[in-house]
């Protein structure tokens, strides 16, 4: 008896151990993207937000293509063109939210860009989740202040673009995701990211480098995409997805807060009203949003049917 207790109260505390721990990582990594944005921010001024891009992708894709060896992996056709349409898509996120966050304060290009994974965690929930979008809704209202017409609209325009991308990005994730294991599927999407980047942006910027900058651009691509990736995947090992996609609502908060201490960015009242809807929204769409059931998916296992719930997923920043 004492030995069944014993056991019992070892795993509870193995269990709140790696509770407290998935959530250090997954703050850790949230902070670590938006820091990483606005160490980015400074180096706009020499080489344009979209160069900033560029070359995030551009050293991320050398890194993890010496890292995965993704020629070793034999990739079904329909896998291969998926993590191709995932570069893509990582593509335009990362250009069009580094180009956000250059014309908005960084909170609420943040708020913006998760209506993306938002969006899907509500159209995959059931019942009453779909009125998270109705909060969201009422958050970018006040956010945007369309009545005002103060808010720059190309960035309203390219922060919404960066949340399809994310979304997108969520849905090839998880199709990847279905077929391969590991790194191996950012082992081919991130390298295409970076030449899709190197493709549409590079001949603008490229004229503008120095040494400095490609050093520079170095860490920031540790910063953001590949540490924060890192630390999000063991923090899923230890994590719920409910849980873990409750902590990444967080993240438009985090954006307000790095944004005020580091950029002296001051929010308006109406921007903290906005934040606060949409990372409640994203909390509650979170906690009920649940991935369609389909081949290879269900488990028969509820521990890992439960790690199967709630949609919103990080992007590579």
Same mark, same amino acid.
């Given at each position: 008896?004492?030995?069944?207790?014993?056991?019992d109260?070892?795993?509870?505390?193995?269990?709140?151990?790696?509770?407290?721990?998935?959530?250090?990582?997954?703050?850790?990594?949230?902070?670590? #993207?938006?820091?990483?944005?606005?160490?980015?921010?400074?180096?706009?001024?020499?080489?344009?937000?979209?160069?900033?891009?560029?070359?995030?992708?551009?050293?991320?894709?050398?890194?993890?293509?010496?890292?995965?060896r993704?020629?070793?992996?034999?990739?079904?056709?329909?896998?291969?063109?998926?993590?191709?349409?995932?570069?893509?898509?990582?593509?335009? @996120?990362? +250009?069009?939210? @580094?180009a956000?966050v250059?014309?908005?304060?960084?909170?609420?290009?943040?708020?913006?860009e998760?209506?993306?994974?938002?969006?899907?965690?509500?159209?995959?929930?059931?019942? !009453?989740?779909?009125?998270?979008?109705l909060?969201?809704?009422?958050?970018?209202?006040?956010l945007?202040?369309?009545?005002?017409?103060?808010?720059d &609209?190309?960035? #309203?325009? /390219?922060?919404?673009?960066a949340?399809?991308?994310?979304?997108?990005? +969520?849905?090839?994730?998880?199709?990847a995701?279905?077929?391969?294991?590991?790194?191996?599927?950012?082992?081919?999407? @991130?390298?295409?990211?970076?030449?899709a980047?190197?493709?549409?942006?590079?001949?603008?910027a490229?004229?503008?480098?120095?040494?400095?900058?490609?050093?520079?651009?170095?860490?920031?691509?540790?910063?953001?995409?590949? +540490?924060?990736?890192?630390?999000e995947?063991?923090?899923?090992?230890? /994590?719920?997805?409910?849980?873990?996609?409750?902590?990444?609502?967080?993240?438009?908060?985090?954006?307000?807060?790095?944004?005020? +201490?580091?950029?002296?960015?001051?929010?308006?009242?109406?921007?903290?009203?906005?934040?606060?809807l #949409?990372?409640?929204a994203g909390?509650?769409?979170?906690r009920?949003? !649940?991935?369609?059931?389909? &081949?290879?998916i269900t488990?028969?296992?509820?521990?890992?049917?439960?790690?199967?719930?709630?949609?919103?997923?990080?992007?590579?920043g």
């Amino acid at each position: 008896m004492k030995t069944g207790l014993s056991t019992d109260h070892m795993n509870s505390r193995l269990q709140a151990s790696g509770l407290r721990g998935g959530t250090s990582m997954a703050l850790a990594a949230m902070c670590c #993207v938006q820091l990483g944005l606005a160490a980015s921010i400074g180096l706009t001024d020499q080489i344009g937000a979209a160069g900033v891009a560029w070359l995030r992708l551009f050293w991320a894709g050398l890194i993890l293509i010496a890292i995965t060896r993704p020629w070793r992996t034999a990739f079904k056709r329909s896998t291969l063109l998926t993590c191709v349409l995932l570069g893509i898509a990582t593509a335009g @996120m990362t +250009i069009m939210f @580094m180009a956000a966050v250059t014309r908005l304060p960084l909170g609420t290009a943040s708020a913006l860009e998760f209506l993306g994974p938002l969006s899907v965690a509500t159209a995959l929930g059931r019942g !009453r989740a779909r009125l998270w979008a109705l909060v969201a809704a009422a958050g970018v209202l006040a956010l945007t202040e369309p009545w005002h017409g103060t808010t720059d &609209p190309v960035g #309203v325009l /390219l922060a919404l673009g960066a949340a399809a991308c994310w979304a997108g990005y +969520i849905v090839l994730t998880q199709r990847a995701g279905d077929e391969v294991t590991g790194l191996h599927a950012l082992g081919v999407s @991130m390298p295409v990211a970076a030449i899709a980047a190197t493709v549409t942006v590079g001949p603008f910027a490229i004229g503008h480098l120095d040494w400095q900058d490609l050093i520079i651009s170095l860490g920031l691509a540790l910063l953001l995409p590949l +540490i924060p990736f890192s630390l999000e995947l063991l923090a899923l090992r230890r /994590l719920t997805s409910a849980a873990f996609g409750t902590l990444m609502s967080l993240e438009p908060a985090i954006a307000l807060i790095i944004g005020t +201490i580091i950029l002296g960015q001051s929010p308006r009242t109406s921007a903290l009203i906005g934040i606060v809807l #949409v990372v409640a929204a994203g909390i509650g769409a979170a906690r009920t949003g !649940r991935r369609p059931e389909g &081949p290879g998916i269900t488990s028969s296992d509820p521990r890992e049917q439960e790690q199967e719930q709630a949609p919103i997923q990080p992007g590579p920043g």
